[in-house]
């Protein structure tokens, strides 16, 4: 017969077994989800990409239309972009988010496996050095494709960024220069905050890194 689950009682004492049972299942559940946060960041990359190209050329577009025709669409254009630019920067936002997870995940599993290879069980040397470090991957590396991913998508804010200010400006000689400047700054001021934030993250506990003091 069921027993409801507030009457159910757990064995006072775990075995071996359970023991090694759980740490297998956490570890196959661990690598699961290390892959699902991988893909995740190449996902909104690609998503980002679409969507940019697509928005950014709209918006050139009616630019363009405008010059010499009725309505004007350049208002509506730089409406659209500027919501894609907030929209993006929430993007950059999940990507950093979703590289904390991936980076406390990815050291969890190499905790995992530096404790079961410490004994060589069956003559296994790791000769090859397969990762064993719980203080590795860093959370900002130079080195890192999502890094790359995360900083390629902030670029294309930068655009975004750079084509709203060449449409406000669209009746100044300079505008060119304007978007120019737009474009360096937003970028810069981007890269900038996600390697502080990233970095802020090192030597901290996971549960402090990912959630914060008091999380």
């Not at 995360?150 to 000689?173: D, E, P, Q, S």
Request: net charge positive.
């Amino acid at each position: 017969m069921p027993t409801d689950s507030k009457d159910a009682k757990l064995p006072s004492r775990l075995t071996h077994e359970d023991h090694t049972a759980f740490l297998g299942r956490d570890f196959d559940q661990a690598f699961s989800e290390k892959r699902r946060l991988e893909d995740q960041v190449w996902d909104i990359c690609k998503f980002a990409f679409t969507a940019h190209s697509a928005l950014v050329g709209l918006a050139i577009g009616a630019y363009r239309y405008s010059l010499d025709r009725t309505p004007d669409l350049v208002p509506a254009a730089m409406v659209v972009l500027a919501i894609t630019l907030a929209v993006d920067l929430f993007l950059v936002l999940l990507m950093v988010r979703t590289r904390i997870y991936f980076v406390a995940v990815s050291r969890y599993i190499n905790e995992q496996r530096a404790f079961f290879l410490r004994d060589k069980p069956l003559g296994f040397q790791n000769s090859t050095g397969f990762y064993t470090d719980p203080t590795r991957p860093p959370y900002f590396s130079w080195t890192s494709t999502q890094v790359w991913a995360t900083l390629l998508v902030a670029l294309f804010n930068a655009v975004v960024g750079a084509t709203l200010v060449f449409l406000l400006a669209r009746h100044y000689v300079n505008r060119g220069t304007f978007s120019a400047l737009t474009l360096a700054v937003i970028f810069v001021v981007q890269a900038l905050s996600i390697r502080a934030h990233l970095r802020a993250k090192e030597g901290r506990a996971t549960t402090d890194a990912v959630w914060g003091k008091g999380g």
